[in-house]
């Protein structure tokens, strides 16, 4: 679980400074990878919700 936490950390600082490198510099590259920075940590979170679930789920089994 802390492994999920460190990622989704580490990915929301970098979408934070990705996109104010592109305000600042108003370059497109920077909105460009910070879009696929948001993408990683959408797919981290759906994999900690979904291993949440689980481990939730392994009860009833």
Not at 2 to 8: E, N
């Amino acid at each position: 679980m802390a492994l999920f936490r460190l990622a989704f950390l580490i990915l929301a600082a970098g979408f934070g400074l990705s996109m104010g490198l592109h305000v600042l510099t108003g370059q497109a590259v920077w909105r460009q990878r910070a879009m696929q920075i948001l993408k990683w940590g959408v797919v981290v979170a759906l994999c900690f919700f979904g291993l949440i679930i689980l481990r939730r789920a392994a009860v009833f089994i």
